[in-house]
């Protein structure tokens, strides 16, 4: 089990690190799509929203260190994709690194703004800006227009690395897919 990159595939870590961002990401979506099934005020439907508020803080602390893991080698693609094509997936990676560091971000903004706690794991926040409404109004707007993004962006990431393995033929998937241990390949 390599915990570094190599030249042909992402280290143990990077691949446990960029699987624990999608299932946080799953986690704080489902928790505020769920929300709405529940009626106002009630315990679940507020207890779906803290999820999604936790879990969001979490995507923002593990984001910087998924950054700090990118230094070293990035694993070739073979065969090797075209140059725009390369160009195209910097700028995908780089709005999905923005994204989740700006939606957590937003969270945390309208959150402040709105005078409520910031819950994080039995701790409680600081606030980013006293009690304001239009600031919490713009806050909220934003985080849920750039929600919604998101689902495009995960989405066309998700669809890029499926046709690259199966349309293309090459190594993009596999370079960041989980190996199974010998033990369990023969089962």
Known sequence: MNFKNTALRYGSVSIAMHWLMVALMVGVYACIELREFFPKGSDLRESLKTWHFMLGLGIFLLVFARLAFRTGPRPSI???????????????HLALYVFMIVMPLLGWLTLSAEGHPIPFFGLHLPALVNA???????????????????????????????????????NTLMRMW?????????R
Do not use: K
């Not at 073979?78 to 995908?92: A, D, E, G, K, Y």
């Not at 689902?151 to 349309?167: C, E, P, Q, S």
């Not at 989980?178 to 390949?185: S, W």
């Open 178 to 186: 989980p190996r199974l241990t010998r033990a369990r390949r023969g």
């Open 132 to 170: 304001d409404p239009s600031i919490a109004e713009w806050a909220d707007e934003l985080h849920e227009t750039i929600g919604v993004t998101g689902y495009y962006l995960i989405g066309l990431h998700a669809a890029a690395a499926l046709v690259h393995h199966y349309f293309m033929r090459d």
């Open 78 to 92: 073979t065969p090797p994709i075209p140059r725009w094509q390369h160009f195209v997936s910097v700028l995908m």
